[in-house]
């Protein structure tokens, strides 16, 4: 499964960092970057707390 990221709808709230910082940080700019694309099943949790809790549904499992 894959997590993917909406760039032009994310506004770097970073509620989803919070959740899953193994999968993604905010750069030094308060840009939103995927660390891991490919989410395997040990981070479906994480992945999944991370598209819940984005207020522009800016994330989605695919």
């Given at each position: ?6 760039r032009?709808?994310c506004?770097?709230h970073?509620?989803c960092?919070?959740?899953?910082p193994?999968l993604?940080h ?7 970057v995927?660390?891991?694309e490919?989410v395997d099943v ?8 991370a598209?819940?809790?984005c207020p522009v549904?800016?994330?989605?499992l695919?």
């Amino acid at each position: 499964m894959k997590i993917v990221l909406d760039r032009p709808r994310c506004e770097g709230h970073g509620l989803c960092e919070e959740v899953a910082p193994q999968l993604m940080h905010l750069d030094g700019e308060g840009e939103l970057v995927l660390d891991i694309e490919t989410v395997d099943v040990a981070l479906l949790d994480p992945a999944k707390a991370a598209v819940r809790v984005c207020p522009v549904a800016a994330l989605r499992l695919a």
